[in-house]
């Protein structure tokens, strides 16, 4: 079991926060399949304290979800400390992380996201500003440096732990690597034998044996699956069982994955309304119909449709079609 502060977390697998990504439905959806933590998209610090109707949207936690964390992000101590306070007393997440990982221009250039991997005297004056503001636990999500002449995971991991902060989790690429070439599994083991608190390792990790190697290899305490969940909350099952049982699972039917993705277009619905979801589910539903045959055609229909029972329809024919194929071959 893995603890964060005086969160207890059932097992070893945790959802990475991504940014239009992670709001209440797809958290939801992925904890039913079995995440010990789910964490929230980040949200803006400057946006949480000017009360902007989007920002505060993204801070809906439905508690069925619980544990989860809620990421914040900013460049500036007075807005992030603010920002972390709302958070703290008025909503209902378990764990506040903040985001030093994103590398994306438009965050780093507010000095926010990756840009604090450069100096580990603002991390730990940061976190440290947070953890003195607020009662719930403070975590840091990072990548292991700027770029490979700027490699401060293990200074930065023990910034966080000498601020306060309760756990760290880490993404073995640099900023500068974006999301591409290989993750570096080796500085997420150097970092988990230079800190006490929890360590949680992410990065390629893409089926379950992948998770279970980069826990081996690491010593982590965690492993965080990111992508590889994207229209798939069957991979974070999987993993769970694989690594308290040693059983690997087969991959769901077709079926299964649209009865699924039906279940969260509904979840997305209640949440956003019926035209928004509709147009933001059209990429999770691609992601569930990864490696379903003739899903080519059918991504071209779903990128047209623009009410739920349009979208339900193209999917259910897809099923019927699958089904009626493998009819034809048994």
Known sequence: MLKIGDIKINNQVVLAPMAGVCNAAFRLTVKEFGAGLVCAEMVSD???????????NMLYIDEREKPMSLQIFGGERETLVEAARFV?????????DINMGCPVPKITKCDAGA???????????????VV????KPVTVKMRMGWDEDHIYAIENAQAVERAGGK?????????VQMYEGQANWDIIRDVKQAVRIPVIGNGDVTTPQEAKQLLDHTGADGVMIGRAALGNPWMIYRTVHYLETGELIPEPEVREKIEVCKLH??????????????????KHAAWYLKGVRGNGT???QINETETRDQLAGVLDQLVLDVEAKAAQVG
Do not use: F
């Open 88 to 96: 703290d007393k008025n909503s209902n997440a378990d764990i506040i």
């Open 132 to 135: 003195d503001a607020v009662d």
């Open 115 to 129: 840009k604090w991997l450069l100096d580990p005297n603002k991390i730990y004056e940061m976190v440290s500003a």
């Open 298 to 300: 059918v991504r071209n």
């Open 265 to 282: 277009l509904d979840r997305l619905i209640a949440l956003k309304g019926e035209r928004v979801a509709v147009r933001e589910m059209r």
């Open 46 to 56: 400057k946006g949480i304290i000017m009360k902007n109707e989007k920002t505060m």
């Open 167 to 175: 756990a760290v989790a880490l993404h073995g690429r640099t900023r």
